[in-house]
């Protein structure tokens, strides 16, 4: 019987990433398997990002570089990417995100023991020094067990929360999954354009329109990806009061000009709050051709209500909470819901003032590590570490703490046995 190998291709889609790009390709280097093809798709970048991926190349020729141009935008350099994938398994990566070690061998062997066209994890993360943090810092999530997901129930969930990054189950193909080039090109098929991407953020919308297509898919314990958080990163241009960053997001802004939410959401600029992002995507992807996806209509007053609260959080500087609160009005507006959005603005929300958090932590779902004083410099260090960490978290169950006991228990008595019998042996030469 022929053994399973399909081509699984990893998507880099990069402007301006050149010194955080070298050491994702790296975690592509280390990788074992011989029908991965990395392709990073350059959308002009004034930085040496050709050079370093000519680099890679010439020391792995599974790595490639193309351009779809210069300054075409996210969404089209996504959609660019994704047409170099023509067969087997696909998914994106960013240009400061990495591979696990052995991360493509054992995601093709979870694919052809579970037979699904669609897998998702739940990586780690690792953040650079700068981007919210001094010294850089890893998360560490609790881990879950492997399992079959539901497609019904996560879009009904997602039409509730509105929470896409927050629910560790989202099927998104940037970073924390991978899906059947013949999964894209069914979706590609329902579109009046023929792209995937419909949404100005290819993030997420990936997670939503892919789920409505598979009645199943399958949540892997066992992360394939580390997220790298580097100052470069888009969301962290929005949320950085840095003036480079204004401008890097404004940027964003303006290519993504043409493409707005939802109708349903006032026909509105992109928004960078995730339960506004999260409605859009249920309610693009409703509108593609025979989607057999299915969710509950959305309740217009609890998404102001949630979108009001992640503006409060803290997260978002002051000279730019302006811009949300518009849109929010616009779509209350929109749903006779004017009266309602003001009296929440002005008696229940309250903007509450956070600090980067740096060091060590924990929550009931997560550890942070600190990587002050560490080795751990870049993604590739990183995804060592979780790595070295997740094995010695194994050896650390309580089944495993118990049969090390007894095994040291065992080769103790049995030691004490040979040291008596030694000392018979010995006795007797005397």
């Known amino acids: 019987m022929k053994k399973f190998e399909p081509y699984v291709y990893v998507l880099i889609p990069v402007k301006d990433r050149a010194q955080y790009l070298f050491h994702t390709l790296r975690t592509c280097e280390i990788q074992?398997?011989?029908?991965?093809?990395?392709?990073?798709?350059?959308?002009?970048?004034?930085?040496?990002?050709?050079?370093?991926?000519?680099?890679?190349?010439?020391?792995?020729?599974?790595?490639?570089?193309?351009?779809?141009?210069?300054?075409?935008?996210?969404?089209?350099?996504?959609?660019?990417?994704?047409?170099?994938?023509?067969?087997?398994?696909?998914?994106?990566?960013?240009?400061?995100?990495?591979?696990?070690?052995?991360?493509?061998?054992?995601l093709v062997q979870r694919?052809?023991?579970?037979?699904?066209?669609?897998?998702?994890?739940?990586?780690?993360?690792?953040?650079?020094?700068?981007?919210?943090?001094?010294?850089?810092?890893?998360?560490?999530?609790?881990?879950?067990?492997?399992?079959?997901?539901?497609?019904?129930?996560?879009?009904?969930?997602?039409?509730?929360?509105?929470?896409?990054?927050?629910?560790?189950?989202?099927?998104?193909?940037?970073v924390k999954g991978a899906v059947s080039v013949n999964l894209i090109s069914r979706v590609r098929r329902r579109s009046p354009s023929g792209e995937f991407y419909q949404s100005p953020t290819p993030d997420g919308y990936s997670g939503i329109v892919l789920a409505g297509e598979v009645t199943r898919f399958w949540f892997e314990d066992n992360p394939i990806t580390i997220y790298g958080v580097s100052p470069s990163s888009q969301g962290m241009a929005y949320l950085s009061k840095d003036e480079a960053a204004k401008r890097q997001s404004e940027d964003f802004f303006n290519k993504a000009s043409d493409k707005k939410m939802a109708n349903e959401l006032a026909s509105q600029p992109y928004s960078p709050l995730i339960s506004l992002m999260t409605a859009d995507y249920l309610l693009t992807a409703s509108k593609l051709q025979n989607w057999p996806g299915h969710f509950e209509g959305i309740d217009y007053t609890d998404l102001l209500s949630k979108s009001l609260d992640e503006l409060a959080n803290g997260l978002y500087s002051t000279d730019r909470i302006a811009r949300e609160i518009r849109i929010l009005i616009n779509i209350a507006k929109q749903h006779g819901l004017s009266d309602y959005i003001n009296k929440l603005i002005d008696s229940k929300w309250k903007y509450i003032e956070r600090s980067d958090f740096d060091g060590d932590g924990a929550n009931l779902n997560a550890v942070f590590i600190g990587c002050n004083d560490t080795f751990i410099k870049n993604i590739l260090d990183a995804a060592y570490f979780v790595q070295s960490t997740a094995l010695l978290r194994n050896k650390l169950k309580v089944k495993e703490i118990i049969n090390g006991i007894v095994s040291s228990l065992r080769y103790k008595i049995s030691a004490r046995k040979r040291l008596c019998r030694m000392n018979k042996y010995v006795s007797e030469l005397k």
């Open 32 to 106: 074992t398997y011989n029908n991965l093809r990395v392709i990073v798709s350059d959308d002009g970048s004034s930085d040496n990002t050709r050079q370093v991926v000519e680099a890679a190349h010439s020391r792995d020729s599974r790595i490639s570089y193309v351009s779809p141009g210069s300054n075409v935008g996210m969404k089209r350099n996504f959609e660019f990417a994704l047409d170099h994938a023509v067969q087997g398994y696909v998914m994106f990566l960013g240009g400061d995100d990495g591979l696990m070690p052995g991360a493509i061998e054992r």
């Open 111 to 174: 694919i052809d023991e579970t037979q699904v066209d669609l897998i998702t994890w739940n990586p780690p993360i690792y953040t650079y020094p700068g981007a919210n943090s001094i010294f850089g810092k890893i998360k560490l999530t609790r881990r879950t067990q492997g399992r079959y997901v539901d497609s019904r129930e996560y879009l009904l969930r997602q039409a509730k929360v509105l929470n896409y990054i927050a629910d560790e189950e989202t099927p998104m193909i940037y």
